[in-house]
């Protein structure tokens, strides 16, 4: 396997004495694509500012084949899409580029690329005031793929949508993940997303969170609504579904 | 039910309805008493001294307006260049900020002997005695806006390296705009209030009077309409200046995209 990203028997303790991971160990493969699926509170989120080098573990290893990472290798779609709001459509996709002082026409292509990508090329001079939330959540993905980055971690970023437009844009996103082929770490809440669009699906036990089970999903994508209605879909949802009720997950995960 | 207009918005009305009550209240009062013009004048007199006044008043107004932009964006400028510097620099924040606050806690009108003694010219020592109590709401109003960025947003500059001036400029500015804007509000207000205060404080403003000194030399006359018209100017000067602040950071906060929601 041509690991991208291993954490190897992390543990991490917030400064407030929160204790949020113990022995998670986590191998991302490149190109691949893995939901993190588990309870309220178990530490996804903290896995995921881990992954990104955003945050040092208290214990234990983080492994990148290059470390550290490179400017821009690494996107990341937050759970808010946390959009600059003086700033238009254009200039939020564009901000990393700016940041990293990329040429002003690498800019120019990238962005117009991408906002035709996620379907916003024709409200560039819109301001996040004036888009709906999944108009938001675009943007939000495109500015973190405005970069070209060979990881992509995203943080239940389709979470606030009704359900159609949740499935419109996760088949956008399998679209782009088919294109580019970017490994992706995508957390989710619910168990049809990840069945959805995962190659593998790993459920995380209460806090302090480690990973307690590994439900591969073998079928081939691109996988669509015919997908979402098999019996094939169905009995990998109650794998999944049981191996969180197993997890200790007290709430219903949907 | 329907109703007309005006009584759709009681705000309007009592805006209109308090000062004419007051005002016909006092007339009323003053004319019942019998109370001679040169202890307390109706409003009817003081309107007419305002009229009569006015070829000496309004250049009066003139040089305090004067006194007063000037300080307005000599305290704009130190205010938002100093709060930069302590956000960028701890060490700076340590130096300077003690410092600050220690100027705004002495009163103004025992600090404005002290720099004109200094300061050559009278114009400029006017301008910095305003500036002196303006510059503050400034300095704080940026400062604390400028630590208002979320958590999340610098996640995503610390995501792609950014660089302090970076934040600062792309992130920590922005965000601080309406906290600034509204400082600068009060400093406006301020700022005038400084202005005559520092004239009074001079006894004269150089060659030319302002209001500060037109209202002095009213009181050695006992000429008390003329007083009073003076303050009805001074008065009505600090409402169209704060009105003015307001709109500018209005139509700022707007063209910005940071102007709360409307509500229907
Ligand atoms: N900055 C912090 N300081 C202290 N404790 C924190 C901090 N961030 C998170 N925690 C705690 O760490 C634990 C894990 O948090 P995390 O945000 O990783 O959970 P999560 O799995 O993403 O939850 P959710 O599904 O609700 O988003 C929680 O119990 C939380 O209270
Ligand atoms: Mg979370």
């Known amino acids: 396997m041509n690991t991208v990203l291993a954490l190897e028997g992390v543990r991490h303790v917030y400064p407030n004495g929160l204790h949020a991971l113990d022995g998670l160990d986590l191998a991302l493969a490149e190109g691949s694509f893995t939901a993190l699926l588990g309870p309220s509170g178990c530490g996804k989120t903290t896995t995921l500012h881990i992954a990104a080098g955003l945050l040092a573990p208290t214990a234990g290893r983080v492994r990148r084949r290059e470390d550290p990472p490179p400017p821009g290798s690494v996107g990341f779609v937050f759970q808010e899409p946390v959009l600059l709001p003086w700033l238009d459509v254009w200039h939020n996709v564009a901000l990393p580029l700016r940041l990293l002082r990329r040429p002003r026409a690498e800019i120019d292509g990238r962005v117009a690329a991408l906002l035709r990508t996620v379907g916003l090329a024709a409200l560039p001079r819109l301001h996040p005031d004036e888009l709906s939330g999944g108009m938001r959540m675009r943007v939000a993905v495109a500015r973190a793929l405005v970069t070209d980055p060979r990881l992509v971690l995203m943080d239940e970023p389709f979470a606030a949508l009704d359900e159609l437009a949740r499935f419109r844009l996760d088949d956008e996103l399998q679209r782009l993940w088919l294109a580019r082929r970017f490994t992706v770490l995508f957390v989710t809440h619910s168990v049809y997303e990840s069945v959805y669009l995962a190659q593998r699906v790993l459920v995380m036990g209460p806090r302090p969170g480690r990973i307690v089970a590994e439900i591969p999903v073998h079928e081939p994508h691109p996988r669509d609504a015919a997908f979402r209605t098999s019996a094939r879909f169905a009995e990998l949802c109650r794998t999944v579904l049981a191996a969180l009720a197993r997890s200790g997950a007290t709430e219903a995960a949907a | ?264």
């Open chain 2, 1 to 264: 039910m329907r109703r007309i207009g005006v009584l759709r918005r009681p705000g309007l009305v009592l805006r209109l309805a308090v000062p004419l009550l007051l005002g016909g209240g006092w007339e009323l009062a003053v004319r019942l008493s019998g109370v001679p013009h040169w202890i307390l004048p109706g409003p009817l007199a003081v309107g007419r001294a305002l009229v009569e006044g006015l070829p000496v008043l309004l250049p009066a107004l003139a040089v305090t307006l004067a006194v007063t932009l000037g300080a307005l964006v000599v305290a704009a400028a130190g205010g938002i260049l100093l709060a930069l510097a302590i956000a960028l620099s701890p060490l700076l924040e340590a130096a300077l900020l003690p410092l600050a606050v220690t100027l705004q806690v002495i009163p103004l009108v025992a600090v404005a002997p002290v720099i004109l003694l200094y300061v050559e010219r009278v114009e400029t020592a006017l301008v910095l005695c305003a500036a002196l109590v303006a510059f503050f709401p400034v300095l704080a109003g940026t400062l604390s806006g400028l630590e208002r960025a979320g958590t999340a947003e610098r996640r995503l500059f610390a995501l792609y390296h950014a660089s302090r001036w970076q934040e600062l400029v792309h992130l920590r500015l922005p965000t601080a705009l309406p906290h600034l804007l509204a400082g600068l509000r009060v400093g406006g207000t301020l700022a005038l209030v400084g202005a005559v205060v520092a004239e009074f404080a001079a006894g004269h403003a150089g060659s030319r009077a302002g209001l500060a000194f037109r209202i002095l030399e009213a009181g050695w006359r006992l000429d008390i309409p003329r007083m009073y018209a003076a303050l009805v100017l001074l008065a009505a000067s600090g409402l169209v200046l704060h009105a003015l602040l307001r709109g500018i950071e209005r139509a700022v906060l707007r063209r910005f995209h940071l102007a709360p929601r409307e509500g229907s």
